[in-house]
């Protein structure tokens, strides 16, 4: 895949509905024996409320989706949470929400809006992000043409993420690994053909609202 969404970090927040508090809590993860790690210590932590409900999913195309309602009622909760999961697009994910009982009943349908808002605000407070495929890109090229590079390099966008002054300079640039070939085509161009491009390793990066983290 050349781009998936995840969490940047573990979210945790709450919201009380109709005297209930509902916790939300969120994480990224890589694997089911973390995703089952994660739900185990939330629920020794919350011992004493009355559901720790949770959903997780595992793998680039979610091969693995699990849920529970841990005591709500069938299709009230668990899948209402793995819902808002899929329904975010997001990958290795694990949601665990849990409910203090305020004495007012919801009814299904009110047991789903508060499920379901337990899931979105623990999502939230984990800042959703993309992870995008890059690859690190070795430009060298004459001392000469170190401005014109650098600055329409810039211009066009690309991430620059380091300069290295050598013999000669040496630009590495992270670029999208659908934007590969273009680039490369544009650096031949700005430097009429000076220049030297080595490829890099591919790894994924963080996208936060579009922009690259690292």
């Known amino acids: 895949m050349e781009e998936y969404r995840t969490l940047l970090e573990s979210g945790e927040d709450e919201i009380i509905i109709e005297r209930s508090k509902f916790i939300g809590y969120a994480a990224p993860i890589t694997t089911e ?12 932590k919350h011992w004493d ?7 997780y999913v595992v793998g680039y195309n979610n091969e693995v989706q699990r849920y529970s309602d841990d005591g709500e009622p069938s299709g009230t909760a ?25 004495g007012i009943k919801l009814g299904a349908g009110g047991l789903v809006r508060a499920y379901t808002k337990g899931a979105k ?6 800042k959703m992000i993309s992870k995008r495929m890059y690859r690190l890109i070795e430009v060298k090229v004459d001392y000469t043409l170190l401005g014109k590079l650098q600055n329409e390099i810039l211009q066009k966008g690309y991430f620059i993420k380091e300069i290295v002054y050598e013999d ?8 999208k690994v659908n934007e590969v070939d273009g680039f490369k ?15 890099g ?13 690292v």
Do not use: Q
């Open 168 to 175: 000669l300079v040496n630009f590495r640039v992270l670029i």
């Open 121 to 126: 605000i623990g999502l939230e407070a984990g």
């Open 33 to 44: 024996e973390e995703a089952l790690a994660f739900i185990k210590n939330l629920k020794a």
């Open 49 to 55: 409320a009355n559901h720790n409900v949770h959903a």
């Open 78 to 102: 668990g899948i209402p949470v793995l819902e808002v999961i899929k329904k975010e697009n997001l990958r290795n994910i694990v949601v665990v929400v849990t409910r203090y009982f305020g």
């Open 185 to 199: 085509e544009a650096i031949i161009d700005w430097s009429n053909n000076r220049c030297e491009i080595i490829d």
């Open 201 to 213: 390793v591919e790894e994924y990066l963080t996208e936060l609202d579009g922009k690259l983290v």
